[in-house]
């Protein structure tokens, strides 16, 4: 059964910088798409990020060129380097596999303009 606890997220001004990190006890990246969502309140989850165990990455259109999405197999760990940050970016952040599992707690990351 997988587990998954995510990390990273805190306050940060518009412009700024941050690195979410997953935790994830059996996950397999090499057998798996990795994800990372977010929820805004009031808003229904939605998919921010995915990677494949071969690497092809996808990105919502409102953060490409900004997120990057990357995988650790070795450490089981996955990360989001988020870079520019907005006001709208402002969610808790969610990690899953392809198909989901369980949801983690998430971790709130709030930006301020």
């Known amino acids: 059964q997988v587990q998954l606890v995510e990390s990273g997220g805190g306050l940060v001004q518009a412009g700024g910088s941050l690195r979410l990190s997953c935790a994830a006890s059996g996950m397999i990246f090499d057998k798996n798409d990795f994800t990372w969502w977010r929820q805004a309140p009031g808003k229904q989850r939605e998919l921010v990020a995915r990677?494949?165990?071969?690497?092809?990455?996808y990105y919502t259109d409102s953060v490409r060129g900004r997120f990057t999405i990357s995988g650790d197999n070795l450490m089981q760990m996955g990360y989001l380097q988020m870079n520019n940050l907005k006001s709208e970016d402002t969610a808790v952040y969610y990690c899953?596999?392809?198909?989901?599992?369980?949801w983690g707690q998430g971790t709130q990351v709030t930006v301020s303009s």
């Open positions: 990677i494949s165990p071969v690497g092809s990455d």
């Open positions: 899953n596999l392809v198909p989901t599992r369980p």
